[in-house]
């Protein structure tokens, strides 16, 4: 059974560009929820995607925005980025329905 | 939204020492997850306990929904026990709620 992977790894941008984040989920897992880390703090959810539908948000502005694929795989984008978005993006999926949620490492963007 | 609560915040111990974690939560959960993040930023599960007991290993959690409040002991703590520890709640099939976690330091 393969577990949740994210991709990149690290990423450094500077501010007004965009970025892409992918995530593949577990396999037999339908949904993929994102959220972002900021040092010290725990985790914020920002969207979730069930069968390719936005799920749910969370307080984030619509910059960030998502998507999810046929095979359940997904990913986070977000645009015009700002040195606030600096942080440690993780990804979780699950089998949807209320269950139990996977993590992957993460992506962590360093934003100049 | 809903308010988690996790205390100590910061919780130092020698090796071989007893803790207990402790989850507060401000409303009725159907799903509540103990997580351990690992220093590359990894989040482990560690246990699936919206109410109940569960024991794996050195680690044991109980949740008492009616009251709100989730406790994760561990027991003969060991250096690879270092870490935050993360409570997370959830109250439909969307979101968690994340704690502000706990930092436990083991010293050898």
């Known amino acids: 059974e393969t577990g949740v992977t994210q991709s990149p790894t690290h990423l450094i941008k500077t501010r007004g560009q965009q970025v892409t984040l992918r995530c593949s989920s577990q396999s037999g897992h339908n949904t993929v929820s994102w959220y972002q880390q900021a040092l010290g703090q725990g985790p914020q959810f920002i969207f979730q995607?069930?069968?390719?539908?936005?799920?749910g948000r969370g307080n984030f502005p619509p910059r960030f925005s998502g998507l999810q694929f046929p095979n359940y795989s997904s990913e986070l984008n977000v645009n015009a980025l700002e040195l606030d978005d600096s942080a440690l993006y993780l990804c979780a999926s699950s089998s949807g329905g209320v269950s139990e949620q996977f993590f992957g490492p993460g992506t962590r963007l360093t934003v100049l | 939204g809903i308010q988690v609560e996790q205390s100590p915040p910061d919780l130092i111990l020698q090796e071989g020492a007893n803790s207990t974690l402790r989850c507060n939560f401000s409303d009725s959960v159907n799903n509540l997850q103990w997580f351990h993040q690992n220093p590359w930023g990894q989040l482990i599960n560690l246990f699936y306990?919206?109410?109940g007991t569960k024991q794996n290993g050195r680690l044991s959690a109980t949740t008492v929904a009616t009251e709100r409040y989730s406790l994760l002991y561990i027991s003969s703590s060991q250096t690879t026990d270092s870490g935050v520890y993360f409570c997370?709640?959830?109250?439909?099939?969307?979101?968690?709620?994340f704690g502000t976690g706990t930092r436990l330091t083991i010293i050898p």
């Open positions: 995607y069930y069968r390719e539908e936005e799920n």
């Open positions: 997370a709640v959830g109250r439909g099939n969307e979101k968690l709620t």
């Open positions: 306990i919206p109410s």
